[in-house]
């Protein structure tokens, strides 16, 4: 069973940046596609960048040019490294992994991030 643990959140400053971490166990993680997902209080959950197993990338357009995403193969983690963060920003971050193989979405728990003065 695949698992994810998402690690790196908190509050920043407007301008700031933060990093964020998810470690994958449970299968085979260059047989999965990886995403962040965000959801702020009382809106939809979104999806803000997505690595594929080839390594090609995909963000929603608000963020393109100052969210990265990247994947460590040795150590099963995806990254996205968030700068010039917004207060509109401020949300529950998930890391998602779906299985090439299977077409299952695994959703880790979220981690709270909080953008504000």
């Known amino acids: 069973q695949v698992q994810l643990v998402e690690s790196g959140g908190g509050s920043v400053q407007p301008g700031g940046s933060l990093r964020l971490s998810c470690k994958f166990s449970?299968?085979?993680?260059?047989?999965?596609?990886m995403g962040w997902y965000r959801q702020a209080p009382g809106k939809q959950r979104e999806l803000v960048a997505q690595i594929t197993n080839r390594n090609q990338t995909n963000y929603v357009d608000s963020v393109k040019g100052r969210f990265i995403i990247s994947r460590d193969i040795a150590r099963s983690t995806v990254t996205l490294q968030m700068n010039n963060l917004k207060p509109d920003e401020t949300a529950v971050y998930y890391c998602?992994?779906?299985?090439?193989?299977?077409?299952?979405?695994?959703w880790g728990q979220g981690t709270q991030v909080t953008v504000s003065s």
């Open positions: 998602v992994a779906h299985s090439t193989v299977f077409g299952t979405d695994y």
């Open positions: 449970g299968s085979i993680f260059v047989l999965h596609n």
